[in-house]
C-alpha cells in the first residue's frame, strides 16, 4: 500500500530557531495536509495543500506541495515553545473514500 | 457545537473483554471516519460512513471489530475479545461531504489498554 516517509523523525531545536521537515511518496497524492498532535489529543490541521507546486502560509508555518506531487515540506519559522509536538503529513488521493495516509510524524522539541 | 467528540478518554480492559468507544461527530457533518493509532505512528485508517452506511473497510479491522452508525449521526466501534496488540488510541473524524478534506476534523481519541 502507499506509505509516506516522514524526516527527521525528530528535532531538538532552541527557541527562535526556523524548523524544516518534509514528506515524501513513492506515488501521487492530489492533496497535502500537516498536522500537528500534542499528547493525549488528536491531530490538528495546521494547513492544507490541494495543487502541486502550491506555497501556503499560516503565521510562522509555511507548507509546499511538491511539483511531482510526491512529496511536501512543511517550515515552522522563529520557533516558540508551544511549537512542541508531533507534526504529521498526510496525503489524499481524492475520490469517493476521503480516508488519508499518514506518515509517522516528526518530534518536535523546543529548548527556550 | 465543541468539535468532534469521543467517549471514554481512557479505557484499560482485560484481554478477552468486550469494549465499545462512542464518537460524536460535528453536528451538520455527514461522513464520519474511524482511525488507529499506535505508538510512535502515524493515524492508520480502519472505515468510514456516509451518514448511516459504512462504505469503505480497511483490512485492518479484523472480525473482531465492528463499527455502526444507525441514525447517521454518532457511531460506536466495538472490539470483542480484545488482545493485547488491540492497545492503541482510537481516533474518530468527521467532515462534510461536499468539503471532504477542508473541514476533517479528530476527535481527542479514545486510548486503549488492554492488559
Known amino acids: 500500500g502507499q506509505q509516506l516517509n516522514q524526516s527527521p523523525q525528530s528535532m531538538f531545536i532552541q527557541e527562535g530557531e526556523d524548523v524544516s521537515m518534509n514528506c515524501t511518496s513513492s506515488?501521487?497524492?492530489?492533496?497535502w495536509l500537516w498536522y500537528k498532535q500534542d499528547p493525549g489529543e488528536g491531530p490538528v490541521l495546521l494547513i492544507a495543500?490541494?495543487?502541486?507546486?502550491e506555497l501556503t502560509s499560516n503565521g510562522r508555518l509555511t507548507a509546499q506541495f511538491g511539483i511531482t506531487r510526491k512529496d511536501s515540506f512543511l517550515n515552522i519559522s522563529a520557533s516558540i515553545p508551544s511549537d512542541v509536538g508531533i507534526y504529521f503529513c498526510?496525503?489524499?488521493?481524492?475520490?469517493?473514500?476521503?480516508?488519508?495516509?499518514f506518515g509517522k510524524g516528526t518530534k518536535l522539541s523546543v529548548k527556550p | 457545537d465543541t468539535g468532534v467528540s469521543q467517549d471514554p478518554r481512557h479505557k484499560i480492559t482485560k484481554r478477552g473483554q468486550n469494549v465499545t468507544f462512542r464518537c460524536d461527530p460535528i453536528s451538520e457533518h455527514n461522513r464520519l471516519y474511524w482511525y488507529r493509532q499506535t505508538l510512535g505512528q502515524g493515524p492508520e485508517f480502519l472505515t468510514y460512513f456516509q451518514n448511516e452506511a459504512q462504505l469503505e473497510k480497511s483490512r485492518l479491522l479484523s472480525d473482531r471489530f465492528s463499527a455502526e452508525r444507525p441514525k447517521g449521526s454518532f457511531s460506536t466501534l466495538e472490539i470483542q475479545r480484545t488482545e493485547q496488540g488491540d492497545s492503541a488510541m482510537y481516533l474518530c473524524?468527521?467532515?462534510?461531504?461536499?468539503?471532504?478534506?477542508?473541514?476533517?476534523?479528530f476527535g481527542s481519541g479514545t486510548r486503549l489498554t488492554v492488559v
Open positions: 498526510a496525503g489524499y488521493n481524492g475520490g469517493s473514500q476521503g480516508n488519508l495516509i
Open positions: 495543500l490541494y495543487k502541486a507546486g
Open positions: 506515488s501521487i497524492f492530489n492533496t
Open positions: 473524524a468527521s467532515s462534510l461531504l461536499a468539503s471532504t478534506l477542508y473541514g476533517y476534523t
